[in-house]
């Protein structure tokens, strides 16, 4: 399990254009990584949208914005262009990410096991390293805390 103080783990993403993404590309910017379960759904389409309204202020803390789940990136773009998201967003079709950060978890819903994306955060700094790391995200405030600590970070 990947804990603070960790660098950041090499892995690569698809990005909605078709480009290949990685941590590694924003070496330099600070880096939110957030993962979500699923593009369109409620707690989802919430936390995009809670990203993208304070994307500009994350902007001046030289802060770049990815969210990464399993959807692919046609389906990425069309959650961007149906609700005007101002974050950048990529899949990760085949879970290699997911695993290496820790987030591909056994989930329980009405007693009915299944693996899934557990929501989480991390703050990576301007050198890759993994500065702070939110697990089972709670919605509700969350990008203002990010935006908290993003601004505590040099």
Do not use: N
């Amino acid at each position: 399990m990947l804990r603070e103080g960790d660098l950041v783990p090499d892995v690569k993403l698809g990005g909605m254009a078709g480009e290949t993404v990685s941590p590694a590309d924003f070496r330099g910017h600070k880096l939110i990584l957030y993962f979500y379960p699923k593009d369109d759904t409620t707690g989802c389409t919430r936390e995009a949208l809670d990203f993208s309204a304070l994307a500009g202020e994350f902007e001046k803390q030289g802060t770049w914005i990815l969210g990464v789940s399993k959807d692919s990136p046609a389906k990425h773009r069309k959650f961007t262009d149906k609700h005007g998201l101002k974050v950048r967003l990529a899949s990760d079709e085949d879970g290699t990410a997911c695993e290496a950060f820790g987030t591909w978890v056994e989930k329980s819903l009405y007693g009915r096991k299944y693996m899934g994306i557990d929501r989480a955060t991390f703050l990576i700094d301007r050198d890759g390293t993994i500065a702070r790391i939110w697990r089972k995200v709670k919605v509700p405030g969350h990008a203002e805390t990010v935006l908290e600590a993003a601004r505590e970070l040099p």
